[in-house]
């Protein structure tokens, strides 16, 4: 038996790994062919590499350090630093080109915003736009975990030191909680004309998004008191502000939303924590380690 959980548990950190990595890493040629992105929905992010667009995308482009030939309808923005923009035959852009070290041709009436450059005022502020809203999501997950933090510090104290002691466990537990999610929905979802879904879908969706905040403050939590915690009593006695549950949370905050920011792998990563996040959750009981039953006593004489 435990020589099954040892294989097992590795076995599916692997296929988690690879599930996340086919979900937000873009697929492309390997070398330095053209890369023919595979999937038509979501944020498309290529470095060191020429993209083309040969069927409609929903979502933005962004090439470092590439050109980008346009072929099909692209709905949302292309950004491109370091190479030149083509659009071809049915190639539309739905939002803004932005680009910088490069030319652009064949835009002429194909695009619905505007073409920047980000050497002009205008360029920059529009790619600072887009920055924008990564920066106020960040400040409202600020905002929620001190909240969370100052009226259940200790449960997010307990799930802390077991996201960081039981890694696989979270992560293991994380992905097929996801995964329920995912299903239960589905099933609910063919509930909603006897009109019984529609609760039950409301219901799930508080519980996921519940599950999802405590526990992204939990790895908040985790990721500081890494970086961040004294490792003895004396530096703990030194200091004077950088020290208890508020302040690893603000430091785990500020690391992650950093992340965050870096354009393909801030999704990864904080795709990542996500999943852990609500392994924790739900493996601690929300912090309060409560059996997920009623325990049974022998009665007392």
Known sequence: MRKATRFLVPATLLAAIAMLTVLFVPIGAIGGEPV?????????????????????LAGNLQVYGGNAYIQAPVTGDVLVFGGDIALRDGGRVGGNIIYAGGN????????AGRVYSLATL?????????????VSLLLAWLVVAVVLTLSSGREVRFSSVEVRSSVL?????????FTSFLLTAIVFSYLV??????????????????TKVYGMVTVFHAVGTLVAAPRTREQLMARRWFRGDLAMVVIG?????????????????????????????????????????LAWREAEA
């Open 104 to 111: 652009v041709s064949g835009a002429d009436g194909r695009v």
């Open 193 to 210: 004309p006897f009109v019984i879904g529609i609760p039950l879908l409301a219901a799930l969706s508080v519980f996921a998004i519940l």
């Open 253 to 293: 905050v500020l690391i992650l939303g950093g992340i965050r920011l870096i354009p393909g792998i801030g999704a990864i990563v904080w795709g990542c924590a996500s999943v852990f996040g609500v392994g924790v959750a739900l493996a601690t009981k929300f912090g309060r380690r409560e059996p997920a039953f």
């Open 169 to 177: 466990h979270c992560f293991a537990l994380g992905l097929v909680a």
């Open 36 to 56: 023919r992105p595979a999937t038509a929905s979501g944020d498309q992010y290529l470095f060191g590499r020429d993209a083309v667009i040969a069927k409609p």
């Open 122 to 134: 205008p360029g920059a502020a529009a790619t600072l736009q887009k920055t924008a809203v990564v």
